[in-house]
Nanobody, 117 residues
Framework: QVQLVESGGGLVQPGGSLRLSCAAS????????MGWYRQAPGKERELVAT???????NYADSVKGRFTISRDNAKNTVYLQMNSLKPEDTAVYYC???????????WGQGTQVTVSS
């Protein structure tokens, strides 16, 4: 059973930055696709960014140029650097591990990001 533990959320002013972290409890972290998703109140969960085992990234249009996903395979950790934050980025952010072995999706508990002055 894979467990994902997120950290780094909080309250930030518009234009500010935050970095989210997600640590995964798996012995073969490097081969899986990692991702960040978010869900705002009253809205469906949406993809923010993904990063696969070959270092190929995918971003939602709304965050391109502002957010960067990265991973440290030695630490079994994926990061989401968020710059130039906007109020519309306010949401609960979820870490995702998509297993390329089983095609199963694992989710973290979520971390709140609030962008407000």
């Amino acid at each position: 059973q894979v467990q994902l533990v997120e950290s780094g959320g909080g309250l930030v002013q518009p234009g500010g930055s935050l970095r989210l972290s997600c640590a995964a409890s798996t012995s073969i972290f490097s081969i899986h696709t990692m991702g960040w998703y978010r869900q705002a109140p009253g809205k469906e969960r949406e993809l923010v960014a993904t990063l696969n085992g070959r270092s190929v990234t995918n971003y939602a249009d709304s965050v391109k140029g502002r957010f960067t996903i990265s991973r440290d395979n030695a630490k079994n950790t994926v990061y989401l650097q968020m710059n130039s934050l906007k109020p519309e980025d306010t949401a609960v952010y979820y870490c995702n591990l998509h297993s390329i072995v089983t095609n199963y999706d694992y989710w973290g508990q979520g971390t709140q990001v609030t962008v407000s002055s």
